[in-house]
């Protein structure tokens, strides 16, 4: 049993939904055969409904408008086979006397036949069952078509939010914007490696206090500052790679995935802000604000790494299309983990 092109693009297969089979058969008996009944397992990928026989030999007429006797080919279709009977033929055998032409103890089927409207990216077998006369069954090899894996280009963006391990770090926020790359509409789990970029900004709580008073002045206004407090500002760009990504889609709008990542920082810088608490000197109704003075940051290039695990959700067309999803990060290192809200396109 044979397949025509085993091989399937399944991105462009709504252009060319129609298989062709052949099945080849020879009778290696020592007399000739008058029934030979092909009998076909049709995977449920396909659509038996739709079966067109394309050639057959030994020719004969359709059973439909033979007279009685006549040498005929029967179709017999249901859901899951079908069953090609040739009927009232002479198909001489090998070891037949006086047979010395091999072709003449051979015969063949070939039918076209259509997919089901709802597809699977998942491989389809066949396999025949050929009976001569009232011999028993000779069963052919499986005939198995298969996917090309396909490219799946997918854009992401989101929003990462960090959450303290500690006391002392206040909640950050990243905005990301990544790229991935996977087998195009998967139905099997499969890997999905990606890359990220995204800038951080980390502001502590309070750091320490100063209390005292003392006058200043502020855009030729002159104040009373009540107190003063200092944070430690941190901003960076980091380079987020996802070499570890195994996904698997629970069904047309349910992707679940869980693996590691790697964190590399490629600038950073830190200063430190004191919010100034004033209020207005020399007036009947003074009025109290705060002013925000920063000193001189201290930037460095590459300087850390950092290994996360992560476990990772996504709802909408999980497997071509738009999507939203939420991922978890724990980082082995650091202050922070990170929940990862994002939207996708796969295309």
């Known amino acids: 049993m044979r397949l025509r092109n085993k091989l399937l693009n399944y991105r462009f297969i709504r252009k060319s939904k129609e298989l062709t089979y052949n099945v080849q058969f020879q009778n290696t008996g020592k007399g000739p055969a008058k029934r030979v009944q092909v009998g076909i397992t049709v995977p449920s990928r396909l659509n038996s409904e739709t079966i067109e026989i394309v050639d057959y030999s030994p020719k004969c007429v359709m059973c439909d408008s033979a007279y009685e006797g006549q040498s005929c080919l029967d179709t017999i279709i249901r859901r899951d086979s079908v ?12 070891q037949q006397e006086g047979v010395n032409d091999a072709d003449s103890t051979k015969g063949f089927i070939r039918y076209r036949i259509r997919f089901q409207k709802e597809l699977k990216k998942l491989p389809f077998k066949s396999q025949a069952s050929i009976i001569f006369d009232r011999n028993k069954p000779v069963i052919t090899n499986r005939s198995v078509g298969r996917w090309l894996p396909g490219i799946s280009l997918i854009g992401m963006a989101g929003y990462r939010i960090g959450y303290a391990k500690d006391s002392v770090s206040r909640q950050t926020k990243d905005m990301v914007l990544g790229v991935a790359v996977s087998q195009y509409s998967p139905y099997r789990p499969y890997f999905q490696p990606e890359i990220y970029f995204n800038v951080r900004q980390q ?25 003063d407090r200092y944070y430690t ?3 960076a760009t980091l380079l987020d790679v996802v070499p570890l990504h195994l996904r698997y889609n629970l069904n047309r709008f349910v992707g679940v995935g869980a693996g590691a990542s790697w964190s590399i920082t490629t600038t950073s810088s830190e200063y430190e802000r004191k919010v100034a608490t004033l209020r207005e000197s020399g007036v009947n109704d003074p009025k109290t604000v705060e002013a925000q003075y920063d000193a001189p940051a201290t930037k460095r290039k590459f300087e850390a790494h950092n290994g996360a695990a992560f476990a990772d959700i996504n709802l909408g067309l999980a497997r071509v299309g738009p999507a939203f999803g939420a991922r978890y990060y724990y980082y082995f290192e650091g202050t922070h983990q990170y929940l990862f809200l994002y939207a996708t396109w796969r295309f």
């Open 83 to 94: 069953f090609f009977v040739f009927r009232n033929i002479y198909l001489p055998g090998m």
């Open 203 to 227: 502001q502590t709580i309070p750091t320490r206090s100063d209390n005292r008073q003392y006058d200043t002045v502020v855009n030729q206004r002159r104040y009373v500052a009540t107190g």
């Open 233 to 235: 500002v941190k901003s």
